[in-house]
């Protein structure tokens, strides 16, 4: 594919003369590049094709083929099943993680600026911390009945105290340096925090909203499996008890690895941004 | 101690003053007794620096002067009105990296500056990068600016908001020996030029000889001051100079060390 589109700007001959070594050594440099990059897909290419001859090789079928599998995938397309299923997921998601990040945020960063409130909470959120979200099944269940407001509660559950506890992290570790700085240059309250607490706490938040973030999409297959009936913890669950389909099964994992891929992705763009960028490259 | 030497040099207005101040730390119900009674007379322009052993407390005092910490007793004042706290017309130069890692060299230039309109900002900000040499990197963030760099961007930031008074608390302290000696004349070079009262910490002799209009010497913890040296010589300063050998030999046997290694 990529040939093709080198032999095709090979072919214009006027383009050629202008800058005719300069062209060429970027599209070296292009191409190089794309090798590089092409470097993951044929990894996984390889593992797909082990997959399959590791399948054909066993007789009992433990695992559906990769042919099988996307034949999964497209029987929930032909169904209207995969966009319905992913969209209930991500909505879980969304509003779970969401309403955490905007209690649990503003929370810890207060907690951590006051740093006698940290203590004093310090020992119940440590106990707190090692219980499991899925622990809260049950409770969520009992209280929000089957349905999306039990996920919901479950991602939030998930997602509230490891952004609260990042959220204290973030505002404890803001250098004196810098509040003093601020405050020497005039700044009052309200400006302190804009200016100086703002900037000098988002990196830390960012990080701990990726990391979470993937909690929470953990969370939810784990809670659509036994507190709702749709989304794709419920499609992978559905698909075994309503007749071995197996094919469904890993269809439903590979989907839900893509997705949570692209989260991550899509949070990782956000550490990107120059103005964040400091504290990953300093020293 | 002669009290001729606490005071300001005849004939100048007195800037600061610093009255019976003592400081005590209290954490874990430990008190630490940091600074003992320390009196001092700064008059406008002057260019002083505090001398001492390291833990002497030569930063809690700066740090009373600027208004970060309130003395356990004693006053500080500022042309004659109590010290009640940070004030942008006294910046404080931090002994560790103060420079804002989240703004570019232009943005932390102008932090103080958000008062002004944008052309006066703009044109305030060119000014002093060009003063302290960082043409060329306006756009880039201080991870990518080297110590030194950095240091000198710390100082135009201060500068820039057009203080009466600089605290500047070892600030050329993590430099190698080249850059310290630049950036030393290069801060000569902008007193001169502008004229502000600069308090300036170190525990480096020579700097403070090569520097000072008078020199504070401090004692160990408790601190107090010791003598204050007036370095009588004009700027630029020959340091191989009898005069300045005689006055640096001085210093050195009231720290109560021989010059010989
Ligand atoms: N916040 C604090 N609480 C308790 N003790 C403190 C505090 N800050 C400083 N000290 C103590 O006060 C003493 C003087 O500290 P200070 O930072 O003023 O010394 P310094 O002269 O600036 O030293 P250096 O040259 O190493 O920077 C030290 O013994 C230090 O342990
Ligand atoms: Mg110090």
Redesign the pocket.
């Known amino acids: 594919m990529c040939m093709s589109k080198m032999s095709g700007s090979d072919s214009i001959p006027q383009r050629a003369d202008m800058q005719a070594s300069g062209g060429r050594q970027k599209m070296r440099h292009g191409w190089s590049r794309f090798v590089v990059a092409l470097r993951p897909f044929l990894f996984i290419a390889l593992l797909i094709v082990a997959w399959d001859i590791a399948v054909r090789r066993q007789p009992a079928h433990l695992l559906p083929t990769p042919w099988e599998t996307v034949g999964g995938i497209l029987d929930l397309v032909r169904h209207n099943l995969l966009l319905k299923y992913v969209v209930a997921s991500l909505f879980r998601v969304t509003w779970g993680f969401s309403l955490a990040a905007i209690l649990a945020i503003p929370l810890g960063l207060a907690i951590g600026w006051y740093r006698r409130a940290e203590m004093a909470l310090n020992p119940i959120l440590q106990i707190l911390r090692p219980i499991s979200p899925l622990a809260w099944i049950p409770i969520a269940i009992l209280w929000f009945g089957v349905g999306d407001l039990s996920a919901v509660f479950l991602i939030f559950v998930g997602s509230f105290l490891p952004l609260l506890l990042t959220s204290i992290n973030a505002a404890r570790s803001v250098p004196d340096v810098y509040v003093n700085a601020g405050r020497n240059f005039g700044l009052g309250p309200m400006q302190l925090i804009a200016r100086i607490f703002y900037p000098a706490v988002m990196p830390q938040l960012i990080v701990g909203l990726r990391i979470t973030l993937g909690v929470a999409w953990l969370v939810v297959v784990a809670a659509e499996m036994i507190a709702v009936d749709s989304g794709l913890g419920f499609l992978i669950v559905d698909a075994r008890n309503a007749g071995n389909r197996y094919d469904l099964v890993v269809a439903g994992m590979v989907i839900i690895g893509l997705i949570g891929f692209l989260l991550d992705v899509g949070m990782r763009s956000l550490e990107k941004v120059k103005s964040f960028r400091w504290s990953y490259s300093e020293d | 101690m002669v009290t001729k030497e606490v005071e300001a040099a005849p004939g100048l207005k007195t800037k600061l003053s610093v009255d019976n101040v003592s400081m005590t730390?209290?954490?874990d119900g430990k008190l630490?007794h940091?600074l003992e009674n320390v009196n001092l007379e700064v008059s406008d322009g002057e260019f002083v620096c505090l001398l001492?052993?390291?833990?002497?407390?030569?930063?809690?005092?700066?740090?009373t002067m600027a208004g970060f910490l309130t003395p356990t007793s004693g006053t500080i004042q500022v042309n004659g009105e109590a010290v009640r706290g940070p004030d942008p017309r006294r910046i404080f130069v931090f002994?560790e990296r103060g420079v804002f890692p989240w703004l570019t060299v232009e943005g932390n230039i102008g932090f103080g500056l958000s008062k002004l309109t944008k052309p006066e900002r703009e044109q305030r900000i060119a000014h002093y990068v060009k003063m302290v040499g960082l043409q060329g990197f306006e756009k880039s963030y201080p991870a990518e600016l080297s110590g030194g760099m950095k240091q000198r961007l710390e100082v135009a930031r201060a500068l820039a908001v057009n203080p009466d008074m600089l605290f500047l608390?070892?600030p050329f302290g993590a430099l190698d020996s080249i850059t310290r000696l630049v950036m030393r004349s290069e801060l000569l070079r902008i007193w001169q030029a502008e004229r502000k009262t600069i308090i300036f910490?170190t525990?480096d002799i020579d700097e403070a000889v090569q520097l000072a209009d008078r020199v504070v010497v401090?004692s160990a913890?408790p601190?107090t001051i010791q003598q204050i040296v007036p370095i009588d010589i004009a700027h630029p300063r020959d340091i191989s100079s009898q005069h300045y050998l005689e006055l640096r030999d001085g210093i050195f046997k009231q720290i109560g060390l021989a010059h010989q290694v």
């Open positions: 730390y209290k954490r630490t940091v001492g052993p390291s833990g002497c407390g030569k930063t809690t005092l700066l740090n002994q608390d070892e910490v525990h401090m913890r601190g």
